[in-house]
């Protein structure tokens, strides 16, 4: 038991450690994914301050394999989604809308459905409500893992990768269509 402590508080610090503060996320359930209330506005990240995005790819919902790579030279907004969360519901609809206005620009849209108990209910919801821009079925949070330097980890979140492929911006929690149309402006404005 006595060999055990110092492990058992250092696990405990860890976890204070995440889920304390302004940018809380809720690790206390059991490893699992849960809408968290978060600040609406995201950081935009500097030009000089970006770091490259880690590879990532997988299944996309309904089938097929797809890759990051795919996304060499365009802007891209990577959402975090699922239809079991309440605000994504509301942000996937109108994410549509951007994407309808600005996906001849090169600015690529990617969903990520996690947490999703069954494929089934991710589709139906894409469908019906007509999304159109492609959604990876990741129902253990593989990308997000990826994304560890990032909080992508609520849900939702949104990431928005410049033609660099760097990472531009983060939003934690549901993003307003002006906010993701105006880093969208400044980053079609770069180079």
């Known amino acids: 038991m006595r ?5 058992v508080l250092a696990s405990a610090a860890l976890l204070t450690g995440c889920s304390t503060g302004a940018g809380a996320v809720d690790v206390s359930n059991g490893g699992q994914f849960r809408f968290v209330a978060a600040t609406p506005a995201g950081e935009v990240i500097p030009e000089g301050d970006r770091a490259s995005a880690p590879d990532f790819g997988g299944t996309l919902l309904g089938g097929g394999d797809w890759n990051s790579d795919e996304l060499a030279g365009q802007i891209a ?3 975090f989604w699922g239809s079991w969360c309440p605000p994504c519901r509301v942000e996937t609809p109108q994410f549509q809308e951007v994407y309808t206005e600005v996906r001849d620009e090169d600015v690529a849209f ?7 108990t069954d494929e089934q209910f991710a589709q139906a919801f894409v469908d019906s409500e007509g999304i159109e821009f492609p959604s990876l079925y990741d129902p253990a949070g593989e990308v997000a893992l990826a994304f560890r330097d990032y909080p992508a980890n609520a849900i939702p979140s949104t990431i928005v990768l410049d033609r660099e492929g760097r990472v531009a911006a983060v939003y934690t929690g549901e993003v307003a269509q002006d906010d993701l149309r105006a880093v969208l402006d400044r980053l079609l404005g770069e180079g």
């Open 3 to 7: 060999r055990m402590l110092p492990a």
């Open 77 to 79: 907004v990577l959402n």
């Open 110 to 116: 990617v969903g990520l459905n996690v947490k999703e």
